[in-house]
Nanobody
C-alpha cells in the first residue's frame, strides 16, 4: 500500500512563494501519475497539477498555470510543487496524490482518477 507524506505548507502573503514536498513509499511510482489536489473550505477537492507516469508530461489546472511548477525525483519517490505568486484563492489543504491507473491527456485532470493521498498540508495566503 502506498503512503504519501506532504510537507512545506504554511502562511504567506499574497505574491510570495511556497514549496511543497511529498515523500512516497510502499511501491515504485515512476510509471504512475503523481500530483497534487487541493480543497478549500466549503469546496470540493480539485485538481492542481500532475506528472503522468512514464512520459513525464505535466498537467496544470488553468488557475495555477504559469505560477505553479510540479517536479519529481523518481529515484527518491518524491514529488514537489513550487508555488509562486500565490493568491488568496490558493488557500486550501494541499494533498499529494497518486493512482494505480495510468493516465494520458485529459484523463490526468480527473480528480476521480487519484485513489491515494496523504494527510494534506495547509496553505494559507493572506492578502
Amino acid at each position: 500500500q502506498v503512503r504519501l507524506r506532504e510537507s512545506g505548507g504554511g502562511l504567506v502573503l499574497a505574491g510570495h512563494s511556497l514549496s511543497l514536498s511529498c515523500a512516497a513509499s510502499g511501491r515504485p511510482l515512476s510509471t504512475y501519475p503523481m500530483g497534487w489536489l487541493r480543497q478549500a473550505p466549503g469546496k470540493e477537492r480539485e485538481f492542481v497539477a500532475a506528472i503522468a507516469g512514464g512520459d513525464d508530461i505535466k498537467y496544470y489546472a488553468d488557475s495555477v498555470k504559469g505560477r505553479f511548477t510540479i517536479s519529481r525525483i523518481v529515484a527518491e519517490n518524491m514529488v514537489f510543487l513550487q508555488m509562486n505568486n500565490l493568491k488568496p484563492e490558493d488557500t486550501a489543504v494541499y494533498y499529494c496524490t497518486t493512482s494505480r491507473r495510468y493516465c494520458s491527456g485529459s484523463g490526468c485532470y480527473d480528480v476521480s482518477l487519484y485513489d491515494s493521498w496523504g494527510q494534506g498540508t495547509q496553505v494559507i495566503v493572506s492578502s
